[in-house]
């Protein structure tokens, strides 16, 4: 019987009927014991690797951090062929000093200790193995090998004297700029843009990060909300792929104090997406982020964001009113602009005449106006407001409510007839009335123009190929039972979890996409009375209990027990809003 079957069955983890199973699977299907105990779902990956580096006697490597070896890679990588590398599930992870990290999933297959040993012979470097697991040897394997190959091709193609000449540009006068941007334009860093950007695509980032080091420029993508280290290329080709960014956005070039924002759009395939650039001056030189638009990811429904049950049906009946303001409030990043730019979509028709004040304008809507704010000539959002409402607009959408003066004007365009769309910075949706009210806006004012609030938080959500259920520990379960108490939505009758795995759908990370968590309140008779009393943010959070409200930390946590996202998920982003 094999050696992890064996030791399962010694845990008590299987019994023998099944390890007699499994072991007839190894020898039929020819796969690896590990293979089969993973399909089957007994244990977790790393649990199952953990009882073998125990096994075996060789240190584990639970986790591989790319970042920190980021800068090595490209040269250690050169020492296992790619080929070598897939086949015997082996990678350099990292140099210690003068000897080399080896990765090895396989590590007791005599055939790969010789490969490793021959190659170690060949390379002249002394290395140490330690055990990984498929989803980390996947990890290095996709996050490296075929975009090391595509970007080495295209840095090769620059010539050290092109780079030199660039650098003397740079440092003349501005009478250079174009003869600079010629260069900018040429084939390889051409490329080199292209591969950046076709990966971002390809890869699903919401935006991409170009950031000069002291020695290294780094290139790192954001997916589902966390930023990956995703390439390193030489400092010297910093100047040039900044000047390509500026080409694309047509921004100047010349100009490296102050911040340059600007947007372009380039096709893959079919699909034609468009990129929204923002330039920031470091003491190392200028720091690009480019957001990732795709026009054709259009959410039509508010179900669609993770809006659901009673959320959803407060949402959709404030869209229903014919005047009032409706705002969506949370952190930088958790959705806000998504949610009324869905709104706005369902309230786009052709009898109404929907103007939008914005700061930038993220995605375009047919039928829509939509103004950017350029507050560097005075135009902010409470001059642009003012220019709005001589429009004869039905619907309003302003980016943000940042001071009282805007306030003030989206109040009393709510109340002489418009619908008024916008975002606010709080922690959760009753914090939106005391935050209104210390801007200044009077209580009696606010209950008549303010529909609805809606905050929310965006977290991850567990692939669903291969998310593992399992029973929560009590503590859980007390805590959970205790949060969803009086929820009429909940069932904590008998309900399970769910963690992230890994497999090639998700790239190995357990998570794919992220969907919204919601807090809805709305004005009514009785919340109106409870505002108009002056009442403190505790009694108005008590009413929106008595309203029904469901707060994000328990829309979260139904989403958790439906398999859609983790506990820890829910947890970590609805902190503040506890």
């Known amino acids: 019987m094999s050696t992890l079957i064996q030791k399962l069955l010694k845990e008590g983890i299987i019994d023998k009927k099944e390890a007699i199973v499994f072991d007839a699977e190894v020898k039929n299907s020819g796969k690896k014991e590990e293979e089969i105990i993973l399909e089957e779902g007994v244990v977790s990956e790393k649990f199952l690797f953990k009882l073998k580096s125990k096994e075996l006697d060789i240190p584990f490597r639970e986790e591989i951090d790319i970042e920190s070896v980021g800068s090595v890679l ?20 990292g140099k210690d000093e003068e000897t080399i990290e080896i990765g090895m999933v396989y590590p007791e297959e005599p055939k790969a200790q010789e490969v490793l040993k021959f190659v170690s012979r060949r390379g002249g470097f002394s290395y140490k193995i330690f055990l990984i697991t498929p989803s980390s040897f996947n990890k ?46 040429e084939a390889p860093i051409v490329r080199v843009m292209s591969v950046i950007l076709r990966n971002a695509v390809e890869g699903e980032a919401s935006d991409i990060h170009i950031e000069p080091g002291r020695e290294k420029l780094k290139v790192r993508f954001r997916v589902d909300g966390m930023l990956y280290s995703s390439l390193f290329l030489p400092l010297k080709t910093h100047e040039a792929i900044v000047a390509r960014v500026k080409i694309l956005s047509k921004l100047k070039i010349e100009e490296r104090r102050p911040p340059q924002d600007g947007r372009f759009v380039s096709k ?39 809006a ?37 979509n369902k309230l786009n028709k052709e009898e109404v005449n929907i103007v939008t004040l914005e700061d930038p304008v993220e995605y375009f809507i047919p039928g829509v106006n939509q103004s950017q704010t350029k507050p560097e000539i005075g135009y902010g959002f409470a001059q642009g407001l003012r220019q709005i409402v001589r429009q004869d607009p039905d619907i309003i959408m302003v980016g943000e409510i940042r001071d009282e003066e805007t306030a003030e004007l989206a109040i009393h365009a709510a109340l002489t007839g418009h619908i008024v769309l916008s975002t606010l910075h709080t922690n959760d949706a009753v914090g939106v ?10 209580p009696f004012l606010l209950t008549p123009s303010l529909n609805m609030a809606i905050a929310q938080r965006l977290v991850r959500k567990l692939c669903e190929k291969c998310r593992e259920e399992y029973d929560p520990p009590e503590e859980a379960k007390k805590m959970i039972e205790s949060e969803l108490k009086g929820v009429k939505e909940a069932d904590t009758d008998s309900f399970k979890l769910y963690r992230p795995k890994g ?73 503040e809003a506890a």
């Open 74 to 93: 490209p040269d250690i990588l050169k020492l296992i062929p790619e080929d070598s590398a897939k086949y015997y599930k082996m990678v350099p992870m």
């Open 140 to 185: 290095m394997l996709e996050q490296y090998n075929v975009l090391r190959k595509e970007m080495g091709t295209a840095l090769g193609a620059i010539d050290q004297k092109d780079l030199e000449k660039e650098e003397e540009l740079r440092k003349k006068s501005k009478k250079n700029v174009e003869e600079f941007q010629r260069m900018a334009e």
């Open 308 to 344: 659901t049950g009673k959320n959803a049906e407060t949402i959709k009946e404030a869209t229903k009113k014919p005047t009032g303001m409706i705002l969506a409030t949370g952190p930088t990043g958790s959705g806000k602009t998504t949610t009324l730019y869905v709104l706005l």
């Open 433 to 442: 009335i005391p935050r209104l009210i210390d801007m200044g806006i009077q």
């Open 268 to 306: 893959f395939g079919e699909k034609t997406i468009d990129f929204r650039v923002s330039t920031l001056p470091t003491t190392l030189g200028e720091k690009v982020v480019i957001r990732v638009l795709d026009p054709e990811s259009k959410i039509d429904k508010v179900e669609d964001l993770g």
């Open 503 to 575: 497999c090639n759908t998700c790239g190995s990370s357990g998570y794919k996409g992220r969907i919204g968590i919601y807090e809805t309140l709305s004005m009514d008779d009785k919340l109106a009375e409870v505002v108009l009393s002056n009442a403190s943010e505790s009694k108005i959070k008590q009413q929106a209990k008595r309203q029904g409200m469901i707060t994000m930390r328990q829309d979260g946590i139904m989403k958790a027990i439906k398999g859609e996202t983790t506990i820890e998920e829910v947890i970590k982003v609805t902190k």
